[in-house]
């Protein structure tokens, strides 16, 4: 068993986190979702974004904003 005092990134957020994260709205999120510029992944009837897929989404708007 590990009892390191270091905690693990969350590998999947729901909506609210992503929300939080980016200082948006929850309807904003799911907009960026349903026009496919955030990728989400369906586990029944729960949607979660990859972390990874959030830093991505990010670098992408910096992108836009600096050209």
Do not use: K, Y
């Not at 909506?15 to 939080?20: F, G, K, M, Q, R």
């Amino acid at each position: 068993m590990n009892t390191s005092s270091q905690t693990q990134p969350t590998l999947l957020l729901n909506l609210n986190e992503v929300a939080a994260q980016l200082r948006w709205t929850r309807r904003s999120v799911e907009r960026q979702i349903a026009c496919r510029r955030l990728r989400a992944v369906h586990l029944g009837r729960s949607v979660r974004v990859e972390r990874a897929e959030l830093d991505r989404f990010v670098a992408s708007m910096r992108d836009v904003d600096a050209g």
